[in-house]
């Protein structure tokens, strides 16, 4: 065979070698998610978690730090009437861990990255999102009666009556950064669990220093901790 003949046969065969190749790579035995398949009797190639699985660290066994609530809740309004002691008993009257100043400070920042939006610097409910004309929501400490104002309603819904925010207890803001509570979405995937914790405590500790004469955004009383273990 001529040289130019055999260069030929040669760029022919790794030509072919390298379609071979590259079927290898491209056509792998595989299933990809929700691909079909006739391996398993329910003809899913997605396989559901076994029974019980837990996630490693997702473990949630202390209710009180993941839930902020000690108990559950009483019959539903809508099927027999509760109490407002009832209504509050269930959730947490104090923090699951002390509440320091690097506490305030990480609570603070997440507070004005989150919360001030919509609750504003000081939580007086006055932030960009109710300026430009949205929904406003409660204040968190007490407004003069032509303000808004500042009773939570998911504790009146659930047949507290009127419970302004001053006295709601610590469990109850932390279930609603948690879960939401109507125009407000849950939180609880851009926050994690102590940073919501942390933003409780410096909600408390704005309406402390609202108590003590006035609301300064950047200087706060540290809130008791009472109830903390």
């Given amino acids: 065979m001529t040289a130019p003949r055999l260069r030929v046969a040669l760029c022919v065969a790794l030509a072919f070698g390298a379609t071979g190749c590259y079927q290898q790579m491209a056509l ?28 490693r660290g997702s473990i ?3 209710g009180w730090y993941f839930t902020g609530k000690v108990k559950e809740a009483p ?13 509050l008993g269930q ?10 100043e690097s506490t305030l400070k990480r609570g603070r920042e997440r507070f004005n990255i989150y919360c001030n939006v919509c609750h504003g610097q000081t939580g007086a409910a006055d932030g960009t999102i109710v300026m430009r004309g949205f929904l406003k929501p409660p204040a968190f400490w007490e407004q003069p009666e032509d303000k808004k104002a500042h009773h939570s309603r998911g504790l009146k819904y659930q047949g507290a009556s009127d419970v ?15 879960h939401g509570y109507g125009a407000m979405g849950t939180y609880s995937a851009q926050i994690p669990v102590a940073d ?5 405590a410096y909600i408390k500790a704005l309406q ?22």
């Fill in 196 to 200: 919501r914790w942390a933003i409780v």
């Fill in 164 to 178: 302004a925010l001053n006295d709601a207890p610590v469990g109850y803001l932390f279930h609603v950064i948690t």
């Fill in 60 to 62: 949630q066994e202390d």
């Fill in 28 to 55: 792998q035995h595989k299933l990809k998610p929700q691909d079909p398949t006739d391996f398993w009797s329910d003809g899913r190639s997605t396989r559901p978690y076994v029974e019980g699985t837990v996630a």
């Fill in 91 to 100: 959730y947490a009257d104090g923090f699951p861990e002390p509440v320091t």
């Fill in 208 to 229: 402390e220093t609202n108590r003590k004469g006035g609301v300064a955004a950047n200087t706060v009383a540290v809130p008791a901790t009472e109830g903390a273990r």
């Fill in 75 to 87: 019959s539903s309004p809508t099927t027999a009437p509760v109490s407002a002691e009832e209504v």
